[in-house]
């Protein structure tokens, strides 16, 4: 069974920072691609960071230079270290991953990043 179990969430000033961690369990998490999504209030979710098993990353624009995704292999955890929050970034934040041919979600963290 594919669990994926985010925290790390919470309330901070703008400018502050946070670190989100994501611990995976029923996969090889070490060959998968992890993700970082957000969904803000009335607003689509969108994808904000992904890393590959080879660790090749990638960010939406808004995030770049902020936002860093790592992954612990060993410890089948993937973060997300966001530094210089805006209001803008305030959102629910998910982690998933693709796998069995089908997308796994977790139920989401808390950000809330106050002016």
């Known amino acids: 069974q594919v669990q994926l179990v985010e925290s790390g969430g919470g309330l901070v000033q703008a400018g502050g920072s946070l670190r989100l961690s994501c611990v995976a369990s029923?996969?090889?998490?070490?060959?998968?691609?992890m993700y970082w999504y957000r969904q803000a209030p009335g607003k689509q979710r969108e994808r904000v960071a992904l890393?590959?098993?080879?660790?090749?990353?990638n960010y939406v624009d808004s995030v770049k230079g902020r936002f860093t995704i790592s992954r612990d292999n060993a410890n089948n955890t993937v973060y997300l270290q966001m530094n210089s929050l805006k209001v803008e970034d305030t959102a629910v934040y998910f982690c998933?991953?693709?796998?069995?041919?089908?997308?796994?979600w977790g139920r989401g963290t808390q950000v809330t990043v106050s002016s």
């Open positions: 998933n991953t693709y796998t069995n041919s089908r997308d796994y």
């Open positions: 029923g996969i090889i998490f070490s060959i998968n691609t």
């Open positions: 890393i590959t098993g080879g660790g090749t990353t």
